[in-house]
């Protein structure tokens, strides 16, 4: 056994207790702590989440935080300022005192009796973002960041924009996210716990007006966005993602950037702490994790790990869900030192190794997109892309020759293109396929493009309509093998719905001049030289009962009026926490309609609802948010009701005109 893994000691659990910021607000955070702590400091590892510690994600908790103190460390989780059982508002996301708090925590940690002075944070989606935003010029205390399934761009790769266009995620999170601070304390916050809920519901916000009105890059989005100050990361940064995960860009592009302080693992699952990840192969992160924190925090020693270990994909049957990925493990240093570019020019006859004159016109279909699946945002049981080869028919589709031998894919790919369109606000998307002998298509990669905007998507781009211009499109990071025998295939359309929100009009766009670069593996594939841990079923005693977990619905219809309807549905999911008497359940749905030939037709409905059943009363929370659009406008009414014990607790119903001025 490894020398990091023998020995379980036993934890001390405390249940509640505060932290105080310097303003005066307080933190709520469950601590688990080794026995003899107080008598033998040890390190202590920190997550801060806005998910309710007591209740909403107790379960994940579990598998985590007394592992972790089982082998060594004091272990925290806080509920983020304004959430859960700790004081104060949330805004909005990432402001400078959420990011403050995670700052002080760390300082008051460290200062604590049982700590030796050695702090590590890790988290995944929310809280792994929080751990390398708190990795930028870093507490001393600090030592070390696992971040799982973070963004190092709150602008480009995370559930509101992608290439200067807005994602229709960004609405569910807008309406997920109001359910969430909306629901109540527990008694553990004081007697005046339901006074505190009432406060709290009154000063509620609705963040997604500012996620929609704030359509270019600026300051809004840079803040917090560490890929714009990765020369100030100051402590060590193990970044773990999954290639069906809309956030998985940040792993590769942060090896890059730092290869002295950062170690990357990309899989191949979606949203999910890689131990329950799927699609699989999972990894046992419990113990991926402890060696990371044994070699910064106990031996403070650098750990003899490749630069980047992922998963590379390979050609498959398309299908929604996928239980095991085809592929393998290999092992690299940063992927910008292990690639030649491969160029393929656009031309007549496809795509070319030599340049050649090039005159396209680009069909319009509102009715691609439905083979897209989901970003992979919230780790949803299926929503893998299709077969795309009826998508491609309906686009610009552009087949290399079949391939002679393997290219391996390692790294973003990135395509110039002159175009001219009639009207800037119009959308290139463009997606990067396998094509296998067969005619199927299997989605690789995905891009999208606002042409009003600058390529940094930080300004309106001062180009005159029709008059042609430059410009450069990339995609996110992959590694993937096309076999010999196969076709690259890049498809190029005018909308993707709805993943992307349709464009005000459907106007003329040409495409006279381009070419694509493929950052291509060098040599051969490295296996692992140690092999990843396996997932283990943790914890061994479970601490919590699964009373309904039925598994995603996903439909699809052709309305009378000739509407595409998409939709899906979780129904209502509960997990009983015997420990606290409390039961948790949620149910969320989510329905999108188009009409083919009208782009200002589209709209999403997202509805969210969560339940608690306490040993003091059921409270019940739902939130509904519709959007709507006009050739200037996002029109959004959105609904919050909540009830106690069966009765009315609190409403609000709110709408808003947001204009659209480059999207």
Known sequence: MNKHLSGVQKVQETEHLWVPMPDGIRLAVRLWLPVGAAEQPVPAIVETIPYRKHDMVRARDERNHPFFAQHGYACLRVDMRGSGDSEGEMPDMYREEELADARHVIDWISEQPWCNGRVGMFGTSWGGTASLQASISAPSALRAVIAVCATHDRYEDDIHHKGGLLLTDTFEWGATLPAILASPPSEQVGPDWMERWKTRLE??????????????????????????????????????????????????????????????????????????????????????????????????????????????????????????????????????????????????????????????????????????????????????PLDQSEEDARTLALDSLPLESDVVLFGGAKVILTVSAEQARSQLCLRLCDVAPDGRSNRVALTVRNLALDDALDEPDNCFANEPRQVEIRFHTKAYRFARGHRIRLSIGTSYWPLIWTPPELTDIRITDGYVDLPCHEGEIAALRMPLPEPLDLPAEKTHQVLAAPRLSRYRRIDGDGSVVSGWHQGETAVHHPAIGTTFAYETCGEMQLQPENPLSASCDFKHMMRFERPDGIARIETALRTRCTRSFFLLDGTLTVHWNGSPFHETSWKRSIPRNHS
């Open 203 to 384: 000063t509620l916000s609705f963040p997604v007006e500012n996620w929609v009105g704030e359509e270019a890059r600026g300051t809004y989005w840079r803040h917090g966005s560490i890929k714009h100050q990765t020369d100030h990361i100051s402590c060590p940064v193990l970044a773990v993602g999954g290639w069906s995960d809309r956030y998985s860009n940040s792993v590769m592009s942060l090896v890059d950037a730092r290869s002295d302080l950062v170690w990357g693992i990309v899989g191949p699952w979606g949203h999910h702490y890689p131990d329950q990840g799927h699609p699989g192969p999972g990894i046992g992160f419990q113990h991926l994790a402890l060696r990371w924190w044994d070699n910064w925090l106990k031996e403070e020693t650098v750990p003899d790990w490749p630069r980047l270990r992922v998963w590379l994909r390979e050609f498959e049957d398309p299908a929604d869900a996928i239980d095991v990925r085809k592929g393998r493990w290999m092992e690299s240093g940063p992927a910008s030192r292990n690639t030649t570019n491969r160029r393929l020019f656009l031309s007549s006859t496809g795509l070319a190794d030599t340049p050649s004159k090039t005159d396209f016109d680009l069909k319009h279909d509102l009715g691609v997109g439905q083979a897209s699946g989901d970003t992979g945002y919230f780790g949803r049981f299926g929503g893998l």
